[in-house]
Nanobody
Framework: QVELVESGGGLVQAGESLTLSCVAPGYLFSKYAMAWFRQAPGKEREFVAV??????????QYGDSVKGRFTITRDNDKKTTYLQMNSLRPEDTAVYYC???????????????WGQGTQVTVPQ
């Protein structure tokens, strides 16, 4: 069973930056879309960003709340997806989940493999 492993979460001050990483060890990594979602306490899971597979031109899409501040990239040789988060705000506080799936999508049900999550905290 493919397991995704996130890292890079932590506590940062508002306005600072953080980069999350997600390693997906499956040998078909380059054929899957990779995405980030987040979930804050008491809220539903929210779409953050998605990046397409290599053959699809590595399309990207972002949630409205992070557009212009976050950047998703992937390194197929390292089987790793990154989420560069700039100008962090208290409302970005959440558990961030990496997800893998066959479709370029922005809904969680389209992704069939998930990581355990990494906590990002931006205090008021």
């Amino acid at each position: 069973q493919v397991e995704l492993v996130e890292s890079g979460g932590g506590l940062v001050q508002a306005g600072e930056s953080l980069t999350l990483s997600c390693v997906a060890p499956g040998y078909l990594f380059s054929k899957y879309a990779m995405a980030w979602f987040r979930q804050a306490p008491g809220k539903e899971r929210e779409f953050v960003a998605v990046i397409g597979w290599s053959d699809g031109g590595r399309l990207t899409q972002y949630g409205d709340s992070v557009k212009g501040r976050f950047t998703i990239t992937r390194d197929n040789d390292k089987k790793t997806t990154y989420l560069q988060m700039n100008s962090l705000r208290p409302e970005d506080t959440a558990v961030y989940y990496c997800a893998q799936g066959p479709l370029f999508a922005n809904t969680s049900r389209k992704f069939n493999t998930w990581g355990q999550g990494t906590q990002v905290t931006v205090p008021q």
